[in-house]
T-cell receptor, first 116, second 114 residues
Framework: AQSVTQLDSHVSVSEGTPVLLRCNYSSSYSPSLFWYVQHPNKGLQLLLKYTSAATLVKGINGFEAEFKKSETSFHLTKPSAHMSDAAEYFCVVSPSPDQAGTALIFGKGTTLSVSS | DAGVTQSPTHLIKTRGQQVTLRCSPISGHKSVSWYQQVLGQGPQFIFQYYEKEERGRGNFPDRFSARQFPNYSSELNVNALLLGDSALYLC?????????????FGSGTRLTVV
């Protein structure tokens, strides 16, 4: 079975400092992994995805994530936080590409707060 | 190009009533999935439809049903509403039947049951 664990429920940073949001996954297949962002009272926006190509994935708004199979991790980073990055972030796993009707499995989310 | 559109954006219903939520996928996308997001939690899978057939169902009671139309738009129906059905309902579309390459989500319908 697939699962996702976001290791921090809340992360606080100052504007201009690095961001690290941690995610570990469990999967019996070679999964695809995603990070989605949700701003208050909004839907979900895809930040980046890993689908078994390059292990370092670059996304929108300066975010990137590295897939580490040996550590079963997919941490999200950004070199310099901006006030507009304050939002809820979800790490998401999907199982094998050959299965129709499969669901995205979401972590519980990490709230990122950015102070000036 | 229009993204995934959902209607209505907000609605308030009374316990025991029925509700219908609507979703139009991105043009050319044949798969629509529905997720429920309760406040403070990650979204939970309800249904997936691909080519007008149900391809997946999450752990939700039979009060929840859905369908997909020939133009690939979809409706989610919830009968006998409970207070616990209050949530943000998200629709997502993709080109194929698998979630492996990710989905594009709509902005959601905020359902409040009183």
């Amino acid at each position: 079975a697939q699962s996702v664990t976001q290791l921090d429920s809340h992360v606080s940073v100052s504007e201009g400092t690095p961001v690290l949001l941690r995610c570990n996954y469990s999967s019996s297949y070679s999964p695809s992994l995603f990070w989605y962002v949700q701003h208050p009272n909004k839907g979900l926006q895809l930040l980046l995805k890993y689908t078994s190509a390059a292990t370092l994935v670059k996304g929108i708004n300066g975010f990137e994530a590295e897939f580490k199979k040996s550590e079963t991790s997919f941490h999200l980073t950004k070199p310099s936080a901006h006030m507009s990055d304050a939002a809820e972030y979800f790490c998401v796993v999907s199982p094998s590409p050959d299965q129709a009707g499969t669901a995205l499995i979401f972590g519980k989310g990490t709230t990122l707060s950015v102070s000036s | 190009d229009a993204g995934v559109t959902q209607s209505p954006t907000h609605l308030i219903k009374t316990r025991g009533q029925q509700v219908t939520l609507r979703c139009s996928p991105i043009s050319g996308h044949k798969s629509v999935s529905w997720y429920q997001q309760v406040l403070g939690q990650g979204p939970q899978f309800i249904f997936q439809y691909y080519e007008k057939e149900e391809r997946g169902r999450g752990n939700f009671p039979d009060r929840f049903s859905a369908r997909q139309f020939p133009n690939y738009s979809s409706e989610l129906n919830v009968n006998a509403l409970l207070l616990g059905d209050s949530a943000l309902y998200l629709c997502a579309s993709s080109g194929g039947p698998s979630s492996f390459y990710g989905y594009t989500f709509g902005s959601g319908t905020r359902l409040t049951v009183v």
